[in-house]
């Protein structure tokens, strides 16, 4: 025996959501059937909602339902600063740290071949219309520091190296409140090189 | 910054499916926004499919967009032998460690007078309909080893004493104070194979 067709289907539709295997898939759905069909009502219009109308702000390419998001159409930013992610959750993440002022622009992804992802499929005409329009001094290549996060970076860079914009990536180092026993060595090597005169402020 | 009102409605109606955090909604409504739109789509079109559909079996109470359930419709279940459970999880869990070829009544909980759930909210006139057909033999409480789970073995036990049925337990061999969902099958088997009498000690 199984769950009839339909529950077998919910669950089964449940395991496209990240980490859910077939034991939290089953957990998902007696708990929407048993408890909380309101609930699971309104989890399936707002999803449906969402994916029709949520898409890229026509000029940060963030994931909006506006044409120009809220970032962008905010008059307190400074425009002379761009960040470059690979995401909208990246994004979120350099904001909730705080500090940054400047304005976004969202990659979607990195550069790869391979998978047929050029530079158009990551917006980078949009980019480069955007640092041509003159008003961006500095922009940060606050990509992933992975091998295609890096790559997408160099390839970014010399694609706006004719606009005269300063170019900057994020500071390599030990992260913050971690132990150094648990660094890889390419980030240990990566903060040795980058060591900086010490300071007791 | 937050993400856009309906990037943020939908993070928060992630929220409903147990287990499902604040980090983890955002991954989960970043992941169908940006990568899986097709089974997102599918998804909200078989959560409100399901919460439309599905309803008790009018026979067992289980989980079924059926009137009557695949497993009440067989004609290889033994009509003497009826399992009563606290839920289609629970059901399933002992379907899955094998050796019941009986039939199945799933209460959707247990009694729970402070919160309002009375024998009819749980379907035992149903249960007791299903008794005084005459056909069953033996009622297994595989209620949840747990105080609320034991209090509404006893109560059936009570309703059912006139009609001379012959009344079990799971054997204790499951964990007190656990859940049947998750007790692993060859316990559930043993547990089956040894069933005891049911006393109102």
Redesign the interface.
């Given at each position: 025996?199984?769950?009839?067709?339909?529950?077998e289907?919910?669950m089964e539709?449940?395991r496209?959501?990240?980490?859910v295997g077939p034991k939290?898939a089953?957990?998902?759905?007696?708990?929407?059937?048993?408890r909380?069909?309101p609930?699971?009502?309104?989890?399936?219009?707002?999803?449906?909602?969402?994916?029709e109308?949520?898409g890229y702000c026509q000029r940060c390419r963030t994931?909006?339902?506006?044409e120009i998001?809220?970032?962008c159409e905010s008059a307190r930013r400074n425009d002379a600063l761009l960040c470059v992610v690979e995401?909208?959750?990246d994004?979120?993440a350099i904001?909730e740290a705080g500090g940054f002022k400047g304005r976004y622009f969202v990659l979607?992804g990195h550069l790869s071949p391979l998978d047929g992802i050029g530079p158009e499929s990551i917006g980078l005409d949009l980019l480069e219309a955007r640092v041509a329009e003159g008003l961006v001094e500095e922009v940060v290549l606050a990509t992933n520091p992975t091998i295609e996060g890096e790559a997408t970076a160099h390839y970014i860079a010399s694609q706006l190296s004719e606009y005269g914009v300063k170019l900057s990536r994020l500071a390599y180092g030990v992260p913050m409140g971690g132990e150094l026993e648990y660094v890889d060595g390419g980030t240990l090597s990566r903060a040795f090189n980058g060591r900086l005169p010490f300071t007791s402020e």
């Open positions: 025996m199984r769950f009839s067709p339909l529950v289907q919910l539709a449940f496209v959501l990240p980490g939290t089953q957990r998902m759905a007696m708990h929407l059937l048993e909380e069909r609930g699971g009502q309104r989890l399936a219009a707002v999803i449906q909602q969402a994916i109308e949520v994931l909006t339902e506006a998001c809220a970032l995401s909208p959750a994004q979120l904001e979607h």
